[in-house]
């Protein structure tokens, strides 16, 4: 069984489309994350949720908007794709908010590319 | 969290241990190491992490200096699937740092042959 799921796996769209990123997790946990790995392969976190309520928000663009309608779902809407989008974007979640001694499990990552 | 500084990349035998080494001279004493890996085109794995005692799990050991300022993951029998970029991080839990996991660059371990 697969801890983290995303899908969908690649996604390739044009400018200015709306698209979703869906993830589940079936570990029984309660924080679920969103991060980016741009081109550079940098990866950085987007957002964090924690029983449904937003925790973290790092200053990403409103055209980013998740939506966690359980403990167990955390899905990505994009408005207005724009190139500067196009990156691998990665679910996580985790038991807790990441204090010590918690680990995070990630999703295999959804290639989005905008053309 | 404190900032860490590893190589950019390095070079292990297979079969021979793998030493990864891990700068964080401006940690604090509630910060912990936690070392995550990343196989080609898959998700991050968390490998291990310690406070301030050497620790030991199925995948690797962390060995902490006792000033704290720098660390060494060891994968003690590397094998050609244990090619990754490796992450040290350090973090402390709670407060602003809340649930966030900042990764750096990361050293491109390649095993050969």
């Given at each position: 069984d697969t801890a983290v799921s995303q899908t969908p796996k690649y996604l390739v769209t044009q400018m200015g489309n709306d698209k979703s990123i869906k993830c589940e997790q079936n570990l029984g946990h309660d924080t679920m994350y969103w991060y980016k790995q741009d081109s550079k392969k940098f990866l950085k976190i987007m957002f964090s949720y924690?029983?449904?309520?937003?925790i973290i928000?790092?200053?990403?663009?409103n055209r980013f908007s998740p939506k966690s309608p359980d403990k167990a779902h955390l899905n990505l809407h994009i408005n207005s794709l724009e190139l500067g989008d196009s990156a691998v974007y990665f679910c996580a979640s985790s038991l807790g908010d990441l204090l010590v001694n918690t680990e995070a499990f990630f999703g295999q990552g959804t290639r989005l590319t905008v053309v | 969290d404190a900032k860490t500084t590893q190589p950019t990349s390095m070079d292990c035998a297979e079969g021979r241990a793998a030493n990864l080494p891990c700068n964080h001279s401006?940690?604090?004493?509630?910060?912990?190491?936690?070392?995550?890996?990343?196989?080609h085109s898959q998700g991050p794995q968390y490998i291990i992490h310690g406070l301030k005692n050497?620790?030991?799990?199925?995948?690797?050991?962390?060995?902490?200096?006792?000033?704290r300022k720098s660390?060494?993951?060891?994968?003690?029998?590397?094998?050609?699937?244990?090619?990754?970029?490796?992450?040290c991080i350090v973090r402390v839990g709670g407060g602003t740092s809340y649930g966030k996991l900042t990764f750096g660059q990361?050293?491109?371990?390649?095993?050969?042959?």
């Open positions: 924690n029983n449904k309520e937003l928000n790092e200053t990403v663009p | 401006t940690i604090s004493g509630n910060e912990y190491v936690y070392w995550y890996r990343q196989i050497n620790e030991t799990n199925e995948m690797a050991s962390l060995i902490i200096t006792e000033d660390s060494t993951l060891i994968l003690p029998h590397a094998t050609l699937r244990d090619t990754a970029v490796y992450y990361g050293t491109i371990l390649t095993v050969h042959p």
